[in-house]
């Protein structure tokens, strides 16, 4: 993770006590789907440690971010899919976008849900969703879905028994590089 982004994500988290931090938390989650670079995970599990009372809270504003970041997305391919096409051509001929494909043809909401709640990137299935015809309010549910299972579950190990957060190898970089950084 970016150094910057580090320090000004720890200078966002000493405000976590804040009314406005939830909500801007969750659009900075959604923000996620477009930058590539937020640590979402991280930023989960490091407010829920900061405040482990707020876990169930915390996780539903993350949630819904995640959600709508994924609506936005996935309303944006849909309303100009040739210009995505036509930028990212290589893309689309990937042995991993094709077996993605392959599986959300396959299973359709279930298998955009399933993304979600993996530690898969769900970009690219959002962006299959999309093109697929999936109708909007469809993937909004299913990230949703797919979201509320998998931070449910971060949230509750990072509130009731932190140390286990460490044993999670996809998450201990994230938080790890969060609390090392100087204010």
Known sequence: MNHKLSFWIR????????????PFLAALIGLDLFLLIVPSDGLLVSSVM????????????VSVGSALGALALSALVQWDSVWLMNSFPTLFQSSHWE???????????WALALFSFSILPQQPAVIISALAGMPLE??????????LVKYGILSYV??????IIN???????EVQQLQETEV
Request: overall charge positive; some cysteine.
């Open 158 to 163: 990072a509130s009731h028994a932190p140390r």
């Open 138 to 147: 469809v993937i909004l549910i299913s990230v949703f879905v797919g979201r």
């Open 11 to 22: 200078k966002l988290q000493q405000y976590s006590d804040r009314p406005w931090y939830l």
């Open 99 to 109: 077996s993605t494909n392959a599986f959300i043809d396959k299973h359709g909401a």
């Open 50 to 61: 900061l405040r482990p009372k707020r876990w169930v809270r915390i996780c539903i504003w």
């Open 167 to 173: 044993r999670l190898w996809f998450i201990r970089k």
